[in-house]
């Protein structure tokens, strides 16, 4: 700030101390008192229009750096609010495209979950058909092998029983002269 002037020190002590305060002399102060009953108002005035002056005088300068400066504070926190808009807009928007790719990422893995899941699917049917195609050559196996050993039973069965017959049947039917030839032919063949 400005350094007071010697003579505007005196100007402003001479506006604001009342001319009552000053050293006066007796007849002085009679005549004062009289000159101040008759122009008590015009000094006042007199007195608040020099001293509203010098105010505006030394406060011109530091009020109007105070104003500008304030006004510069406010402009750049209004700049900083604008390029934080700014910046809070793009990134709203980014963030926007974001879940739009979310959106669209979660579809994809959605579309790809349903293929593997049919692929699945189809391996599992075929592993299914494999197993009940090889479950059925094993029943066919086991059929073959039961129907085989049961064929067989029933051979040897047939076979005890023709033989049975045939013997009963020898023994009553063949004689002693036939039996030397079926031995003599079985002997020839052998």
């Not at 101390?17 to 004062?32: D, H, I």
């Not at 051979?155 to 039917?173: F, G, M, N, Y």
Request: aromatic share 6%.
């Amino acid at each position: 700030m400005k350094k007071f002037s010697p003579l505007l020190l005196i100007f402003f002590f001479l506006t604001v101390c009342p001319p009552s305060s000053r050293a006066e002399e007796p007849s002085e102060k009679a005549e004062s008192q009289e000159n101040s009953k008759e122009a008590p108002a015009a000094f006042k005035w007199i007195n608040l229009a020099i001293l509203l002056g010098g105010l505006i005088y030394l406060l011109k300068k530091p009020a109007a750096e105070f104003f500008e400066s304030r006004k510069n504070e406010i402009t750049d926190g209004l700049q900083k609010a604008e390029a934080a808009q700014a910046e809070s807009n793009r990134r709203m928007k980014e963030i926007e495209g974001r879940l739009q790719k979310l959106s669209s990422d979660i579809a994809a893995l959605q579309a790809q979950a349903d293929v593997e899941s049919a692929e699945e699917r189809e391996k599992i049917l075929q592993e299914a058909r494999r197993d009940m195609e090889r479950l059925v050559e094993q029943s066919h196996q086991e059929i073959d092998r039961a129907a085989r050993s049961i064929e067989r039973n029933i051979r040897e069965k047939i076979a005890d029983a023709v033989i049975d017959r045939a013997s009963r049947t020898l023994e009553t039917q063949i004689t002693q002269d036939d039996q030397k030839r079926v031995i003599v032919r079985f002997l020839d063949k052998a």
